[in-house]
């Protein structure tokens, strides 16, 4: 069965600083794996996307993922921290089901904190 | 943006009242899901459907029900609202071409 695990449920930098969000996951196959990004008092929207054409997916804002099959982990990565970067953070894994409707299995989320 | 509203955006109401969210797009998709949003638990399917009269429950189906009468609308029911549906409600679409799913704005539901 197809889990996900946040390793942080909070996380605090300071602007201009690198970021660090970690995802485990659990899978019986090579899977998808996304990241959604939810700023306060807004809707979920689609950061970055694995299917498996490369290990390092580029996402928006200048955040990446890096796929690691051996340690079972797409850490979510950004080289320096924006105040607008403050927000939550989910680490998504589909489970297929019959008919392709792809249930999505989501992480308990990461609150990232930015400090001026 | 995947052209997806939710109606009301907010909402207050008392047990045992009946409550009926409206999920709208206007993309033509055939996969709408229905997400509750409660702290600590990330996202979880309540129901989804897979075309105009078919649907189908997701893990916490208990208490609520669906209707999508048209491809556009997806409707989702309290029967019989209780506290512990006081949540954020999410309606999402999936876009076959990048099976990927998109999500609307939410409704936040407070049950008193």
């Known amino acids: 069965a197809q889990s996900v695990t946040q390793l942080d449920s909070h996380v605090s930098v300071s602007e201009g600083t690198p970021v660090l969000l970690r995802c485990n996951y659990s899978?019986?196959?090579?899977?998808?794996l996304f990241w959604y990004v939810q700023h306060p008092n807004k809707g979920l929207q689609l950061l970055l996307k694995y299917t498996s054409a490369a290990t390092l997916v580029k996402g928006i804002n200048g955040f990446e993922a890096e796929f690691k099959k051996s340690e079972t982990s797409f850490h979510l990565t950004k080289p320096s921290a924006h105040m607008s970067d403050a927000a939550e953070y989910f680490c998504?894994?589909?489970?297929?089901?019959?008919?392709?409707?792809?249930?999505?299995?989501f992480g308990a989320g990461t609150r990232l904190a930015v400090h001026p | 943006d995947a052209g997806i509203t939710q109606s009301p955006r907010h909402k207050v109401t008392e047990t045992g009242t009946p409550v009926t969210l409206r999920c709208h797009q206007t993309?033509?998709?055939?996969?709408m899901y229905w997400y509750r949003q409660d702290p600590g638990h990330g996202l979880r399917l309540i129901h989804y459907s897979y075309g105009v009269k078919d649907t189908d429950k997701g893990e916490v189906s208990d208490g609520y029900s669906v209707s999508r009468s048209k491809t556009e609308d997806f409707l989702l029911t309290l029967e019989s609202a209780t506290s512990s549906q006081t949540s954020v409600y999410f309606c999402?679409?999936?876009?076959?071409?990048?099976?990927?799913?998109?999500f609307g704005p939410g409704t936040r539901l407070t049950v008193l």
């Open positions: 899978s019986s196959y090579s899977p998808s």
């Open positions: 999402a679409i999936k876009r076959e071409s990048t099976d990927t799913q998109y």
């Open positions: 993309e033509n998709h055939r996969y």
């Open positions: 998504v894994v589909p489970h297929p089901g019959s008919g392709g409707y792809n249930k999505l299995i």
